[in-house]
């Protein structure tokens, strides 16, 4: 008996890289790895086991602009590539949105 091969959809090759890609697009989804990255280091700084000697309401304040400061110049740098596999998985939604279908 012969079975059929099995061949996967996806491929796990390289895909080309995402700066070919609209420049809006790239820009959007880099955004939004900025919000995970921010997200993520509010988290880690949550779970600190209590507060220290300086620790307040001015310090919090400090912290989370830091905490923003640091994700937004980490978004597409921090070598993650949530943004570029977010572009390329939403390139072709895009492309079909600039066609008008």
């Known amino acids: 008996?012969?079975?059929?091969?099995?061949?996967?959809?996806m491929s796990f090759r390289p895909?080309?890289?995402v700066s070919a890609t609209d420049p809006a697009l790239l820009q959007a989804a880099q955004g939004f790895e900025a919000i995970i990255?921010?997200?993520m280091l509010q988290t880690a700084r949550a779970a600190s086991l209590g507060d220290g000697l300086?620790?307040?309401t001015g310090s919090d304040t400090t912290n989370a602009m830091l905490d923003r400061a640091l994700a937004e110049s980490g978004a597409g740098r921090a070598g993650l590539g949530l943004a570029e596999?977010?572009?390329r998985q939403l390139a072709p939604l895009a492309a079909r949105a600039g066609q008008g279908g």
């Open 15 to 17: 895909e080309a890289p």
């Open 54 to 56: 300086f620790e307040g």
């Open 85 to 87: 596999t977010i572009a």
């Open 1 to 9: 008996m012969d079975l059929p091969l099995i061949r996967p959809q």
């Open 37 to 39: 990255l921010q997200q």
